[in-house]
């Protein structure tokens, strides 16, 4: 199995930035995909970005240009840079792993951290 650990959360004014961090440890010699979801209260869970095993990253509408993915090998860690937050960006972000082999196609998410709250005022 794998486990994951986020941190950089906190609380941020709106239009500054914060560096989420998603270190990996177990069974973590094969992954297909990473991935970082958020839940903001009363509102259903979205995916906000997603990194291949291959490290192409691709990250949803309702961020794009602001938020983007990246990855560090030796540390296990991958990061999403959260820039020009808005207060709707308030939210729990959570960190998920697609524990397959490279290559396995669509993600699929089994390995989920414990969150992180992020919270944008004005």
């Known amino acids: 199995q794998v486990q994951l650990v986020e941190s950089g959360g906190g609380l941020v004014q709106a239009g500054g930035s914060l560096r989420l961090s998603c270190a990996a440890s177990?069974?973590?010699?094969?992954?297909?995909?990473m991935g970082w979801y958020r839940q903001a209260p009363g509102k259903q869970r979205e995916l906000v970005a997603v990194?291949?095993?291959?490290?192409?990253?691709s990250v949803a509408d309702s961020v794009k240009g602001r938020f983007s993915l990246s990855r560090d090998n030796a540390k296990n860690t991958v990061y999403l840079q959260m820039n020009s937050l808005k207060p709707e960006g308030t939210a729990v972000y959570y960190c998920?792993?697609?524990?397959?082999?490279?290559?396995?196609?669509?993600?699929?998410?089994?390995?989920w951290g414990q969150g992180t709250q992020v919270t944008v005022s004005w």
């Open positions: 177990g069974s973590i010699f094969s992954i297909n995909a």
């Open positions: 998920a792993a697609d524990p397959r082999p490279p290559r396995s196609g669509v993600q699929t998410f089994s390995s």
């Open positions: 990194i291949s095993s291959g490290g192409t990253t």
